[in-house]
C-alpha cells in the first residue's frame, strides 16, 4: 500500500477519535479529506471505497451537538433564512420538475452543504480559528499543487481530483479565493506569518496551471475589489503588496494562459477566435430560450443539459452516451433555467446579501484589524468566485458556501468583540 494511503488512513482514523472531543478538529479534518479525496486519486483504489467527508460531517455533526453550547448563532446572519428559503424552494421543485430523480441530486447536495453552513457558522468561532480555517484550505491546495508539479506534462491541468471540480475552470474558481485568503496572512500581525509563503506559491502556480481565462479575470476583480474596500490606514501597504504580486503573477503567466488570452482578443481575424470561447455565446442564447419557456419555476436542476439538444445548434454539442449534449458555462444562466426568477432572486439575493458585509470591513478594523482584513478577504474571495462563475458554472462547488459561512462567521465574532468593547 502507498504510503500516502497509509497515511490518510492514519490522519482519517486519530481525527474521527479526537473529533469526538473537540468538533473543530472534525471541520479541519473535513478540509483534510475534502484535498485528499481518495476517489480522484491513484492511491484511493488501494483502500475501501467509502464516503469519507460525509463519515466526517456525521460524526462532526454530533460532536458539535454534544460539546457546543451557542448552537443558534448561525441563525443570526440574515443570509441563513434566505438560504433556507431557497432550501425550501428547491425542495418544492421536485413537484412538477421533468426528472425529479436528477433535481433530487441537487437537493441532496444543497442539504449537504447547509449542515456544512452551520458547523462553520457554529465553530469557527474565534480569530485563531478563521486562520485555522484558511490555512487548512491552503495547505490543501499547495498539496494539489505540488502534485501538479510532479505528474503534470502538458497543457491545462485538469486532474485534481477533487469532489465537484472536474476541469480546470472549476479548479481556478476554487483557487481564487483560496490565494486571497491566504494572502491577507502577510498583511496581519501575526508571528510565523511568512511561512505562508511556500503553499500560497505552489497554490498561485497551480491556478495558473489551469490555464483558465475566467479564473484569470475573476482573480484581477477580486484583487481590485479588495483594494478599492481595504482599509484606508492599510491601503498604502495593500497596494505595494498587490504590485509585488502583479509581478510575480506575471511571472508565472505561461505561453498556454497567454494563448488562450489572445485566441479572444484577436479582432482582425475574426475566423480565428476560439471556438471555445464563442461557444459561451450560443450557449448562453440558447439559456435565454430556455428561461423563458420555464420563467417562474424552472425546469430543474441540469436543465440546460437536458433541454440542449432543442436550443443549441448541433456544431455546438458535446457527444454523450446520451446523444449530443450541452452543459452550461455560466451560474447565472444555470439558476434562471434550472430555478426559475424565483429560485434565482433567492439565491443571487443570498451572495448579494453576504457581499454587502463589506461595509462593516472599516468599522471592524477599529475592533481588530486582523478581522477586519480577514473578512474582507473572504468577501472579495466571493466576488472572484462570482465573476469567474460566469463563464464556467460552479453551481455544485462547495466555495461559495464556505465562504458565506465564513464571512458569516467573521461578522458574529465582529459583534461579540464589539458587545465586549462596549461594556468595557
Request: charged share 15%; with cysteine.
Amino acid at each position: 500500500m502507498p504510503i500516502t494511503a497509509l497515511f490518510f488512513l492514519a490522519i482519517f482514523a486519530l481525527g474521527c477519535i479526537y473529533t469526538l472531543k473537540r468538533p473543530f478538529a472534525g471541520l479541519l479534518l473535513y478540509f483534510f479529506v475534502y484535498y485528499m479525496h481518495p476517489p480522484g486519486k491513484y492511491w484511493g483504489s488501494f483502500i475501501p471505497e467509502m464516503r469519507w467527508t460525509l463519515i466526517v460531517a456525521l460524526l462532526t455533526l454530533i460532536s458539535t451537538f454534544i460539546h457546543e453550547k451557542d448552537l443558534k448563532a448561525w441563525l443570526k446572519p440574515k443570509e441563513t433564512k434566505i438560504l433556507l428559503l431557497f432550501f425550501g424552494y428547491v425542495c418544492l421543485q421536485l413537484m412538477w420538475v421533468d426528472i425529479p430523480s436528477l433535481h433530487q441530486v441537487y437537493v441532496i447536495l444543497l442539504f449537504k452543504l447547509i449542515v456544512l453552513y452551520f458547523l462553520i457558522l457554529t465553530l469557527v468561532n474565534t480569530e485563531l480559528r478563521l486562520i485555522a480555517v484558511i490555512v487548512a484550505n491552503v495547505l490543501g491546495s499547495a498539496y494539489i499543487g505540488l502534485n501538479a508539479i510532479q505528474t503534470h506534462q502538458r497543457g491545462r491541468f485538469e486532474a485534481a481530483g477533487l469532489p465537484g471540480i472536474e476541469d480546470s475552470n472549476l479548479l481556478s474558481i476554487h483557487l481564487i479565493p483560496i490565494i486571497l485568503m491566504s494572502s491577507i496572512i502577510i498583511l496581519t500581525n501575526l508571528k510565523r506569518k511568512y511561512f505562508i509563503f511556500i503553499p500560497l506559491a505552489l497554490t498561485a502556480n497551480l491556478f495558473f496551471m489551469a490555464g483558465s481565462r475566467g479564473g484569470l479575470v475573476g482573480l484581477l476583480i477580486s484583487g481590485l475589489f479588495f483594494i478599492w474596500y481595504s482599509p484606508k490606514e492599510k491601503k498604502a501597504q495593500i497596494r505595494k503588496w498587490a504590485l509585488a504580486a502583479l509581478v510575480l503573477g506575471s511571472m508565472l503567466v505561461g505561453p498556454l494562459i497567454m494563448e488562450r488570452v489572445n485566441q479572444v482578443v484577436k479582432a482582425d481575424d475574426t475566423e480565428s477566435v476560439d471556438k471555445s470561447a464563442y461557444s459561451r455565446f450560443v450557449i448562453i442564447e440558447g439559456q435565454w430560450g430556455m428561461f423563458k419557456d420555464h420563467l417562474l419555476a424552472g425546469y430543474g436542476h441540469r436543465g440546460t443539459l437536458i433541454l440542449s439538444p432543442m436550443y443549441i445548434d448541433e456544431e455546438f454539442m458535446t457527444k454523450t452516451e446520451a446523444g449530443g449534449r450541452r452543459g452550461s458555462h455560466n451560474i447565472t444562466m444555470s439558476f434562471l433555467v434550472d430555478h426559475g426568477v424565483i429560485g434565482s432572486l433567492l439565491y443571487f439575493l443570498f451572495i448579494i446579501s453576504t457581499i454587502k458585509n463589506v461595509k462593516l470591513v472599516q468599522s471592524t478594523f477599529g475592533i481588530n484589524s486582523n478581522l477586519s482584513l480577514i473578512l474582507l478577504s473572504f468577501v472579495a474571495g466571493l466576488v472572484g468566485v462570482m465573476v469567474a462563475s460566469q463563464f464556467s458554472n460552479s453551481k455544485v462547488l462547495e466555495i461559495s458556501i464556505w465562504l458565506v459561512a465564513l464571512v458569516g462567521a467573521s461578522v458574529n465574532l465582529s459583534d461579540k468583540m464589539n458587545d465586549k468593547k462596549q461594556q468595557t
